[in-house]
């Protein structure tokens, strides 16, 4: 009689002692795996709450399988892991982080729609990953120093921070993203880059560096600022650009630049119509025309320097700024003269004013003086130890661009 009810009873305690068993390792703050055999009890896991962490010494290939979703993915310095995977996660909700991986050829997330923070850097044996099911959520994006040749299973319609830079084998990036909302860098990867947006509408600020092609036909708005350096490109358009920086005047305004790409020859902004910073185009050898016809209103400065003819820019009312044009071309500077309080009663250019015809173009608009200085073709009274030259490196990831530029605001 005895045996009858404390063989069941055992039973039912042991079964209680498994769940509680693996009610505990699958809400540990942190599960650290080094190995397939710590990675085992996941199966038993629909969820983790916290943070798996692979350790440094993972080697060979770990697989995740069991939870669906996941609190944060770290994996950092494990030098001989070869392959990283999962079958069942679909959602990280915080971080997905893998750093120098110098081995890691294989990495694979089947079900893996959903990371909040993807942060990829030094895996300098990874040439492509696989996400079937397509990352299509995710509130930052850094893909840096990687061997990656393509980013396919990333695509997302709107993201705060995309970022990817120095991948040197990376010749393609096509993406449907919408909105980017804070930062949006495509900096030093492959020379042959090749970077896609047809769908980008919006964004915060981008600076684009190395590219051979940028195509942007859908943006219309930049909030901050967006810039352009050293790329490979002959043409740029952004024919719905209508206005950029947001409302604040000035420096901290934001701008756009286009600077020192040397292969440039065409420049199309047809709708843009305000600046809130600096109008900077600078150093691009092989442009020789500028035209924007739409642009009314700068709140900081324009600077066009090159070898270009007269400007077009019909539709001024107010550059708050400084206003330098040199072209080593003969140009006419008498439109512009009439629009500066250095020259005429006009108030449309406020700041220091120089317009010249020189063998040595100079970007670069100096300080306020408040009176300003305006020259004709030929010659300048401007001293060009005044004029400051802002090269490649002129303008920061997310700040505003050249600033500096920007300060000599009346």
């Known amino acids: 009689m005895f045996t009858q009810y404390i063989l069941p009873a055992l039973a039912v305690a042991g079964g209680v002692a498994a769940q509680t068993s693996t009610n505990s390792f699958c809400s540990q703050p942190t599960i650290t795996i080094n190995s397939q055999a710590d990675a085992s009890p996941l199966a038993s896991c629909t969820s983790v709450a916290g943070t798996i962490v692979v350790g440094p010494n993972a080697a060979n290939v770990i697989s995740l399988d069991g939870p669906a979703t996941v609190g944060s993915l ?65 509130s930052t994006v850094l893909i840096t120093n990687s061997f990656l040749t393509t980013l396919n299973g990333i695509n997302l319609a709107s993201v705060s921070v995309l970022d990817i830079n120095n991948n040197n084998r990376l010749q393609r990036f096509d993406t449907q993203v919408a909105n980017v909302t804070t930062q949006l860098t495509i900096d030093s990867n492959g020379q042959a880059l090749q970077a896609t947006f047809p769908n980008l509408m919006t964004v915060g600020n981008a600076t684009f560096r190395n590219a051979s092609v940028v195509l942007i036909p859908s943006l219309a708005t930049v909030s901050g600022a967006i810039g352009f350096y050293g790329c490979n490109f002959e043409s740029l358009a952004a024919p719905n650009l209508t206005s950029v920086g947001g409302t604040t005047q000035g420096a901290n305004g934001g701008g756009i630049a286009l600077v020192a790409n040397a292969n440039l020859a065409n420049i199309s902004l ?32 324009i ?49 220091k004013y120089t317009c010249i015809t020189t ?8 300080s306020a003086t408040g009176s300003g200085t305006s020259t004709g073709s030929g010659a300048s009274t401007t001293s060009k130890a005044a004029a400051v030259s802002y090269g490649v490196n002129s303008a920061a990831v997310g700040m505003s661009v050249v600033g500096g530029l920007l300060r000599m605001l009346l």
């Open 359 to 366: 063998a040595d173009a100079k970007s670069g608009v100096g």
């Open 303 to 351: 600077d066009l320097s090159g070898n270009f003819t007269t400007p077009t820019i019909p539709s001024l009312t107010l550059v708050a700024g400084g206003f330098n044009v040199q072209s080593t071309q003969e140009i006419d500077c008498s439109g512009f003269d009439s629009l500066s309080a250095a020259k005429s009663n006009s108030q449309v250019i406020r700041g």
């Open 74 to 138: 770290v994996c950092e310095n494990a030098g001989e892991l070869t392959s990283l995977g999962s079958t069942t996660i679909q959602t990280i909700n915080t971080d997905f982080t893998l750093t120098n991986l110098t081995l890691m050829s294989t990495l694979s997330f089947d079900e893996l729609t959903a990371a909040r923070n993807i942060r990829f850097s030094a895996l300098s044996a990874l040439s492509t990953f696989t996400f079937p099911a397509v990352i299509t959520r995710a």
């Open 270 to 301: 047809p709708q843009l119509e305000k600046v809130a910073g600096a109008v900077q185009i600078a150093n691009n050898t092989k442009l020789d025309a500028i035209d924007l016809p739409e642009l009314a209103t700068v709140g900081g400065a």
